[in-house]
């Protein structure tokens, strides 16, 4: 069966700091990863999605950035936080080439400080 | 545009039928979804339906489409404490089939009274 990781559970980092969110995704292969914003008491935000390694789509821009350097890692990434950075991020998957039910992951809870 | 709207909060007692409501803007969409969101938690599937189809039923879930107006219901009978949490409605749009790209709503958080 598929599963999904995300590390950490919770941060907490002061504004201008690095941020590196890692995603996992085991029992598949290529598939649709995803990154995902929810700001406190709002909707998701679809942040970035990648369909293969080293392919990154950006949906809004901002001072965050995406890797894959693996097929079944996904990572987000911020060179200097900023306060709006707060938030649940989310990571998901999808078969690359049928249906697009996503599998979500549990989450990372980011307070910037 | 892509857009799916969700009213935000529904409050029912403990044993009532809840029911949920989305409209979607992607006629072509293939494929609708309901997610839930525990508090703390990621998104969980709970059912979605082909856009062919009316009605689908799961146990205590009725999922209703209407193509005509855009519409998506979710109907969840016999409401638990346990049912308390985020429901999102989400769409596939046109052309997502390479992405897998859902357009999702801004969630509606349903509260169980007991």
């Known amino acids: 069966s598929q599963t999904i990781h995300q590390w950490p559970a919770t941060l907490v980092q002061p504004v201008g700091s690095p941020l590196s969110l890692e995603c996992t995704v085991e029992?598949?292969?290529?598939?649709?990863l995803y990154w995902y914003r929810q700001a406190a008491g709002r909707g998701l935000q679809l942040l970035f999605y990648?369909?293969?390694?080293?392919?990154i789509s950006s949906e809004v821009p901002q001072n965050l950035s995406a890797s894959r350097p693996q097929d079944r890692q996904f990572i987000l990434s911020s060179k200097k936080l900023l306060l709006s950075d707060s938030g649940f991020y989310l990571c998901?998957?999808?078969?690359?080439?049928?249906?697009?039910?996503?599998?979500f992951g549990p989450g990372t809870r980011l307070t910037v400080l | 545009g892509e857009d799916v709207e969700q009213s935000l909060f529904l409050s029912v007692r403990e044993g009532d039928s809840s029911v949920i409501n989305c409209t979607y803007t992607d006629s072509s969409s293939t494929y609708l979804y309901w997610y839930k969101q525990e508090p703390g938690a990621g998104l969980q599937l709970l059912t979605y339906?082909?856009?062919?189809?009316d009605m689908k039923q799961d146990q205590r879930l009725t999922v209703l489409l209407n193509k005509k107006d855009k519409h998506l219901s979710l109907r969840i009978a016999d409401t638990q404490t346990g049912d308390s949490a985020i429901y999102f409605c989400?769409?596939?749009?046109?052309?997502?089939?390479?992405?897998?790209?859902?357009?999702f709503g801004q969630g509606t958080t349903l509260q169980v009274k007991p």
């Open positions: 989400a769409e596939s749009p046109i052309g997502s089939s390479n992405t897998g790209k859902l357009i």
């Open positions: 990648s369909v293969g390694i080293g392919q």
């Open positions: 998901a998957w999808t078969y690359g080439t049928r249906g697009n039910e996503q599998f």
């Open positions: 029992g598949t292969s290529n598939p649709n």
């Open positions: 339906i082909f856009s062919n189809m």
